[in-house]
């Protein structure tokens, strides 16, 4: 055994966390253990987003500043950056090792192989990383996470993400179900899919609906979520899932980017806004309090003040429990790098009207919850409270001094709503 530490910093989505995870997993199984500051690690992980300008720019930041007070660590740049930006950081920065988001198995072999050069391996190899990867998950957290699909075919013009994570990729639904049930034997409650696109999730036996139904029917799958969905992949089957299965949570992040069909089709999304509306009718429908969330994207290349303020409309139309929003950020070799830009301070304009809209409707679906009881499964109890997620993925606090409720689903009857978080008294 070594008896060397590590650090680990993550940026961006729900992807990265796992990948984090899988990484530290890996880590630990070599021996390695883990420390909670960049300055005393003997080896140094960065797992990085490329999604907006300022993401990148922070590991730069970071890089610089480890050379300064670390610089004889083994400095590893890992995710969407590294993917990306290999030469850049090899031939910038004090980076020992640059790897792509598929080659994270690689890690303990490349630091082995570590001599005068730097070492950069970016291949897309999918299959390879998910065979190789542990199926243990390191954070102690309820939910068990499982990336089901990685990569991206839709190349929207504003989006790294294809060039980051490579092509779509499925994972044998066999494997999915054996990694859902490691899990659930751990002491997980709740089972998250994760992926790209998780609805564009296909193999030659079992589309996403398939899937979810697979899943859902492990016993000890307390409950089921996924995240992200791409709207026109998300099917009739896939919807209706929201109806037939009682673990699968009322919650679907279906992110619209615009309220504008123009402005979607110069974003090369593949629907819409009436197809957008007729797939929201339909999850309503299957499912009538369900939560809906989204992302947008403000001052897009040529988006005129007409075609926002349909994004507003959109809002207000959909009624979403919330939503992520996002002043446009050029990424290098996308198609909407080369279009005109707008001006910075129309971005942040439209940006704080469209997240006042936001905020207003978040509340709104809040307050419907005053008087309601909620399930919420315990994630923590900590200085009196207790907090984890409802069904509709809200964050919920209640008073209770009983560390044992950790784990466990338990009754609150909610009694007051904030925009980002519901309290209540335990029933
Ligand atoms: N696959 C998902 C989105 C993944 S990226 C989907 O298609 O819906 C997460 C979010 O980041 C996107 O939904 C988008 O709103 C935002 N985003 C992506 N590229 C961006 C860019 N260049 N500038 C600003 N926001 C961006
Ligand atoms: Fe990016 Fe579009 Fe793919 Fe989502 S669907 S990851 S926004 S290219
Ligand atoms: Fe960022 Fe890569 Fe996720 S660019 S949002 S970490 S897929």
């Known amino acids: 055994m070594q008896n060397k530490t590590f650090y680990i910093k993550t940026w961006g989505c729900q992807m990265n966390v796992y990948d984090s995870d899988k990484i530290k997993t890996l880590l630990l199984q070599h021996g390695y253990s883990a420390v909670e500051d960049e300055k005393t ?14 993401a990148s720019e922070k590991l730069f930041s970071l890089l ?6 670390n610089p004889n660590a083994i400095t590893i740049v890992a995710g969407c950056v590294a993917q990306v930006e290999s030469k850049k950081i090899t031939k910038n920065t004090i980076a020992d090792i640059v790897v792509g988001t598929h ?5 303990p072999q490349l630091i082995a192989e570590l001599k005068e050069e730097k070492l950069v391996d970016i291949e897309f190899k999918p299959y390879e990383k998910f065979d190789s990867l542990p199926v243990d998950q390191e954070s102690s957290t309820q939910t068990g996470y499982i990336a089901i699909q990685e990569g991206c075919n839709h190349f929207c013009t504003y989006c790294i993400v294809p060039f980051t994570r490579g092509r779509e990729y499925s994972r044998p639904a066999e494997d999915i179900v054996a990694e ?3 899990l659930i034997s751990k002491g ?21 609906a398939d899937l979810l139904y697979k899943v859902a029917e492990i016993p000890g799958v307390e409950r089921l979520r996924y995240m992200t969905s791409y709207p026109s992949d998300m099917t009739d089957r896939a919807i209706e899932a929201h109806k037939n299965i009682p673990n699968l949570m009322p919650y679907m992040h279906l992110p619209a980017q615009a309220g504008d069909s123009d402005v979607l089709k110069s974003m090369n999304r593949e629907y819409t806004v009436e197809e957008y509306l007729e797939k929201i009718d339909l999850v309503y429908k299957a499912r009538p309090d369900i939560a809906i969330t989204s992302d947008f994207i403000v001052g897009f290349p040529g988006e005129t003040e007409e075609q926002f303020q349909r994004t507003v409309e959109l809002v207000k139309k959909v009624k979403y429990a919330s939503c992520y929003s996002f002043k446009y950020s050029p990424r290098p070799g996308t198609p909407a790098e080369k279009m005109e830009q707008m001006p910075e301070e129309i971005k942040e304009k439209r940006l704080a009207i469209l997240q006042a809209t936001i905020k207003e409707y978040q509340q709104k679906f809040n307050n419907k919850f005053i008087g309601k009881t909620v399930h919420v499964l315990v994630e923590k109890v900590e200085n009196g409270q207790l907090n984890g997620r409802g069904e509709h993925f809200q964050s919920v606090f209640a008073n209770n001094e009983d560390k044992s409720l950790v ?11 904030g925009t980002n978080s519901l309290t209540g008294e335990l029933v």
Do not use: P, W
Request: proline share 0%.
């Open 180 to 182: 859902a049930k490691h």
């Open 188 to 208: 997980k409650k709740e089972i998250f899919l994760l992926g790209q696109n998780v609805n564009c999730y296909k193999t030659d036996n079992d589309d996403f």
């Open 103 to 107: 080659m994270y198995h690689k890690i």
């Open 407 to 417: 784990g466990s689903i338990v009754a609150v009857k909610i009694t007051s709503a």
């Open 64 to 69: 610089g500043r480890i050379k300064k007070t």
């Open 41 to 54: 690690a003997d080896v140094i992980v960065l797992n990085t987003c490329s999604i907006r300008e300022n």
